[in-house]
Structure formats: structure tokens, C-alpha cells
């Protein structure tokens, strides 16, 4: 197809970017961190998102190429941030059934000469489910590689307690849906509560994504969630404004 045919001309050519949004810490808004987000822009077809285009070049075989070339540029710019911040990473789901994945990433970010120890990579709940041992086996790769496993859009896949029992995560991203509505939906607010209190006895840390309001923040805040993601700290933007918003931000 043209759009398969663009996005492979995109990747060979370099020009599929990665954006950087910002990863806080509630409690004072300072930023721990960063997550990395494709962004591809074609002469012709115009703005794609990676909803699309991802899912596209799994079904077609070339995730490998695209995520590798995103990961090369992603932590080059993270060797450029003026502090140690974690760069976070998304995995797609076929990249948990390739043996070849967590060495893949290893030499890439050996190449590039970024400690993996700063790199989280982020997972879904659907991802896991799909090829539970080999994505196993993966996770346990990246870790004992000093990598940390986030666990994204966290409350929106199936069977989402047991993976915490048998999988071993770092890190709970709580999904948007219920993030947006925490100050206006009661049932909204008891689940983020909910999530917030497992992860506190699991000893997971917890992120909450999606936070577009100063009322939202100040929620999370009371509710004891210690890290947050969204517009209302930092739309994602790309690596020279990263610079710039890290020079204004502490
Ligand atoms: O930025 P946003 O709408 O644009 O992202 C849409 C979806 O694409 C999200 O689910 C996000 O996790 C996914 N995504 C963005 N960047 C990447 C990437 O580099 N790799 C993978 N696998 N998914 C990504
Ligand atoms: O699936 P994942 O959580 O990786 O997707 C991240 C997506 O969420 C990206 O598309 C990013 O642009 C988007 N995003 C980040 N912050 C906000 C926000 O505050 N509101 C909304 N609506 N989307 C957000
Ligand atoms: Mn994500
Ligand atoms: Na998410």
C-alpha cells in the first residue's frame, strides 16, 4: 500500500522522529524523566499517528527497523539532557514474542553509549497476555540488564491483577480513562485510589497519565500518587524544545 510504502521510504530516510514528554514528580512538579513518542510527518500523507503506523509495520515485519531507528534517536537525545533523567520507552507487542528484542535494544543502546540502567520500556497488559512465557523471558532480559518494565495504560486490557502476581514490573501506568475524569467521576477516583494503594503494597511506583488540569494534579496528589504525565505538565514536543523546556524546568 502507498502509506506502507511511505513508512518504509520514512524509516530508511531517517524521517520518522521521536518526541519527549515529561515524566514529574507530583509532589513538586520536577521532572524525573521523559517519554519517548513517534511522531511521523509524510510531504504527502501528512501527520500519521503511531496508533497507525505501528501496528502497521508489526503486521508487515519491519518493527524491528522502525523501533530500532527510534530507540538510536530517543536515547541520543537522553545523552544530551543536561541531567540524569530516565528515558521510557514503548515496546509493541510483537516486539515481546521476538527473542531478538532485548539483545536488539542492548546493542543499540550500547552503540549509542546510553546506560540501559536510565531506560525504562513500556509495556501493555495485552502485550503480555499474547506470548506470556517468551514475553517472560524477554522482560527478565531487559532487567537483568538494568532496564526498568513499566506496565502502560494499566486498568484498560484484561486480567490486569494477575499479571502483577506473576509478572515481575517496576512500574504501573495508570491509564488515562480514568485519570481524566478522577475529579468528576466517583468511580473514577475509587479505582485510582484502588491502583494507587496495590501498587504502594506491591512496591511498584505509579504514574498517572493523562493529567490535563491543575485539579487533576492536586487530586492525585491528596490521593498519594507520587508520579504524573500529561498536557498539563508537558505536551510531548521534540528534542531541541526537550532542551529548552529542561532549561526553564527543574
Ligand atoms: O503519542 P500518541 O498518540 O501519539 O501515541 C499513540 C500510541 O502510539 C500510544 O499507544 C503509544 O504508546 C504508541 N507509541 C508511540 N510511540 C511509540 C513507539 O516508539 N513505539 C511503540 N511501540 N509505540 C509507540
Ligand atoms: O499508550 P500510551 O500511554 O503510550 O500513549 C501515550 C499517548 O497519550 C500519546 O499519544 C500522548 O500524546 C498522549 N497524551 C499524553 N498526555 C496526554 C494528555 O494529557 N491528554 C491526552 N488526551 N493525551 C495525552
Ligand atoms: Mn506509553
Ligand atoms: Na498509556
Not at 93 to 104: E, F, K, R
Request: charged share 25%; net charge negative.
Amino acid at each position: 500500500t502507498q502509506l506502507e510504502q511511505a513508512l518504509r521510504n520514512a524509516i530508511m530516510s531517517d524521517a520518522v522522529d521521536v518526541h519527549f514528554q515529561p515524566i514529574v514528580r507530583i509532589r513538586d512538579g520536577s521532572t524525573v524523566g521523559f517519554e519517548a513518542l513517534a511522531r511521523w510527518i509524510d510531504p504527502d500523507l501528512g501527520f500519521v499517528s503511531p496508533a497507525v503506523f505501528v501496528p502497521l509495520a508489526e503486521e508487515r515485519g519491519f518493527i524491528d527497523a522502525l523501533s530500532e531507528t527510534l530507540l538510536r534517536k530517543a536515547a541520543e537525545a537522553a545523552l544530551s539532557w543536561p541531567r540524569e533523567l530516565f528515558l521510557s520507552f514503548n515496546l509493541s507487542s510483537a516486539q515481546l514474542m521476538d527473542p531478538g528484542t532485548a539483545p536488539t535494544i542492548l546493542a543499540t543502546l550500547s552503540r549509542v553509549g546510553l546506560d540501559p540502567g536510565r531506560v525504562e520500556l513500556e509495556i501493555t497488559e495485552t502485550a503480555v497476555m499474547t506470548s506470556a512465557d517468551t514475553a517472560e523471558r524477554i522482560i527478565c532480559e531487559l532487567r537483568n540488564a538494568g532496564m526498568r518494565i513499566s506496565l502502560d495504560d494499566f486498568g484498560t486490557g484484561q486480567s490486569s491483577l494477575g499479571r502483577l502476581r506473576d509478572f515481575t514490573f517496576d512500574k504501573v501506568k495508570i491509564d488515562r480513562a480514568f485519570v481524566s475524569r478522577i475529579t468528576t467521576d466517583r468511580a473514577s477516583e475509587h479505582i485510582v485510589k484502588a491502583i494507587i494503594a496495590m501498587c504502594d503494597g506491591l512496591d511498584l511506583q505509579v504514574v498517572a497519565e493523562g493529567i490535563e488540569e491543575k485539579a487533576d494534579a492536586e487530586k492525585l496528589r491528596a490521593l498519594g500518587c507520587s508520579m504524573g504525565q500529561g498536557y498539563f505538565y508537558g505536551r510531548p514536543v521534540d528534542a531541541a524544545a526537550t532542551l529548552d523546556y529542561l532549561a526553564h524546568h527543574y
